[in-house]
């Protein structure tokens, strides 16, 4: 059960993941996966069922409790849990809080990628996190490390108009024992701190191309 071809995009938060995976998946005709909404929808559900975020056991059974479900639709992963829709409240300052104590707990690893590999099993995808190239997909040859200075990503997270500890988060998701954020083996690092979304979407685009990749070659197997 593996999909077919496989772009990471890992990289702290607000270092332009987000836009650049979706730019590129359209791009190449890919899909474009989210992985942190998962992360995000759990934090959700256990914030919306009372549960003690920052006790594992209790954060465990809520997600293997929990029905977590992700599809493609129109070439983009949603996510449903316990049958809500809980793309609204995804990017709350509650859950921007309480996010990186849930994403630390073993089992919610687990649970989460298995049902992302199941979600893109025999597509091709572009898939954005903080570990996607270094444990969800290692076998990837493409793999890519986005990052910004601190200062531009706390201006972006601003401009976004989200109250987001993001050095707190950063800390969070860099020192956990489970899957921490960093730089795969061979992962590709680009700094995007002065660059607009097309430029690091083109930069990516000459890095696959030279690797093999490219939308032609994509297509000419089918
Ligand atoms: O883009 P932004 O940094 O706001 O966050 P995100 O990608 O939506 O991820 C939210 C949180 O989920 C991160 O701070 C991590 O704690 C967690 N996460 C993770 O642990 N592993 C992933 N593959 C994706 C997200």
């Known amino acids: 059960m593996s999909a077919d071809h496989v772009i990471a995009i890992d990289g702290p938060a607000a270092s332009g993941k987000s836009s650049v995976a979706r730019a590129l998946a359209k791009r190449l005709g890919f899909c474009y996966v989210n992985s942190g909404a998962m992360y995000r929808a759990v934090t959700w559900r256990a914030l919306q069922r ?33 049958n809500f829709d809980p793309s609204p409240h995804l990017h709350s300052d509650e859950v921007n809080r309480a996010v990186s104590l849930v994403s630390r707990v073993p089992r919610v690893r687990e649970i989460i990628n298995l049902q992302m590999r199941r979600c893109v099993a025999g597509r091709d995808v572009v898939v954005e996190g903080r ?27 601003n401009a976004q108009g989200q109250r987001d500890e993001i050095a707190m988060r950063d800390q969070a998701d860099s020192s956990r024992q489970t899957a921490p954020l960093v730089i795969a083996p ?37």
Do not use: H, W, Y
Not at 131 to 157: C, H, M, N, Q, Y
Not at 196 to 208: A, D, F, G, Y
């Open 50 to 82: 009372g549960i003690a975020v920052q006790d594992p056991d209790a954060v465990t059974a809520l997600a293997e409790e929990a029905r977590l479900a992700c599809a493609l639709i129109n070439d983009e992963s949603r996510i449903s849990i316990d």
């Open 131 to 157: 570990d996607i190239g270094s444990v969800v997909f290692p076998e990837t040859p493409f793999k890519f490390f986005l990052d910004a200075s601190p200062e531009v990503r706390a201006r972006r997270r």
């Open 186 to 222: 061979a992962a590709e690092r680009i700094d995007t701190s002065a660059l607009t979304i097309p430029e690091v979407v083109e930069e990516i685009l000459k890095r696959l191309r030279a690797k093999g990749l490219s939308r032609a070659t994509v297509n000419s197997r089918r």
